[in-house]
């Protein structure tokens, strides 16, 4: 929320997220704009001034959780084993896009909003925090190399929506994940 905004746009902007947070975490990245304008008491324009996109407003929904993750990537960028790092800090994000409904899509990488109009803020936090993990895994040769952490978010998220119609989704998504970490092969 740009600081310069009248105080009233800021109240505006303040309502609106309160309200979004609460219809994303019922609703999911469908959240209706219009219903949350309605809830708000706002005109649908004065949401989509705030939030030109649907993005935007899963983003900014789910900016508190991106800061944690961040957080965690700083604290774990000291552990002795690096790839255990690594995984540990992918289950947290799909940990947290379990918890936090919206917050995958608002991770995705699709085209149909333009780059130029809207970045991808969230991606861009995790993949800057989880950088120094990921080329540490790689100098240590626990993970190959030419991996991104844009592949490993890509692969959790993917993970995350392809699961979130089971019925005990969050434990299908951890399982699915440890499957994809481990590869196929049994463990000797």
Same mark, same amino acid.
Request: glycine letters at 6%; aromatic letters at 4%; one cysteine or more.
């Given at each position: 929320?740009? %600081?310069?905004?009248?105080?009233?746009?800021?109240?505006?902007?303040?309502?609106?997220?309160?309200?979004?947070?609460?219809?994303?975490?019922?609703?999911?990245?469908?959240?209706?704009?219009?219903?949350?304008?309605?809830?708000?008491?706002?005109?649908?324009?004065?949401?989509?001034?705030?939030?030109?996109?649907?993005?935007?407003?899963?983003?900014? %929904?789910?900016?508190?959780?991106?800061?944690?993750?961040?957080?965690?990537?700083?604290?774990?960028?000291?552990?002795?084993?690096?790839?255990?790092?690594?995984?540990?800090?992918?289950?947290?994000?799909?940990?947290?896009?379990?918890?936090?409904?919206?917050?995958?899509?608002?991770?995705?990488?699709?085209?149909?909003?333009?780059?130029?109009?809207?970045?991808?803020?969230?991606?861009?936090?995790?993949?800057?925090?989880?950088?120094?993990?990921?080329?540490?895994?790689?100098?240590?040769?626990?993970?190959?190399?030419?991996?991104?952490?844009?592949?490993?978010?890509?692969?959790?998220?993917?993970? %995350?929506?392809?699961?979130?119609?089971?019925?005990?989704?969050?434990?299908?998504?951890?399982?699915?994940?440890?499957?994809? %970490?481990?590869?196929?092969?049994?463990?000797?």
């Amino acid at each position: 929320m740009p %600081v310069h905004q009248r105080a009233d746009a800021r109240r505006n902007y303040a309502r609106i997220l309160a309200v979004a947070e609460d219809e994303v975490a019922a609703h999911g990245a469908d959240a209706s704009l219009e219903q949350i304008a309605r809830i708000t008491g706002v005109g649908s324009a004065t949401v989509r001034r705030h939030f030109p996109t649907r993005r935007a407003l899963l983003e900014a %929904v789910s900016r508190k959780r991106i800061e944690a993750l961040c957080v965690r990537a700083h604290e774990l960028a000291s552990t002795s084993d690096s790839r255990n790092a690594l995984v540990e800090w992918l289950g947290d994000v799909v940990s947290y896009c379990v918890s936090a409904r919206g917050l995958a899509a608002a991770l995705t990488y699709d085209g149909a909003e333009s780059v130029q109009m809207h970045e991808n803020t969230c991606s861009a936090a995790l993949e800057e925090a989880a950088g120094p993990l990921l080329h540490r895994a790689v100098q240590d040769g626990a993970v190959a190399a030419g991996v991104t952490v844009a592949d490993l978010i890509t692969l959790t998220v993917g993970i %995350v929506l392809a699961t979130e119609h089971y019925p005990d989704f969050g434990a299908q998504a951890h399982r699915l994940f440890r499957l994809a %970490v481990t590869g196929l092969s049994p463990q000797s």
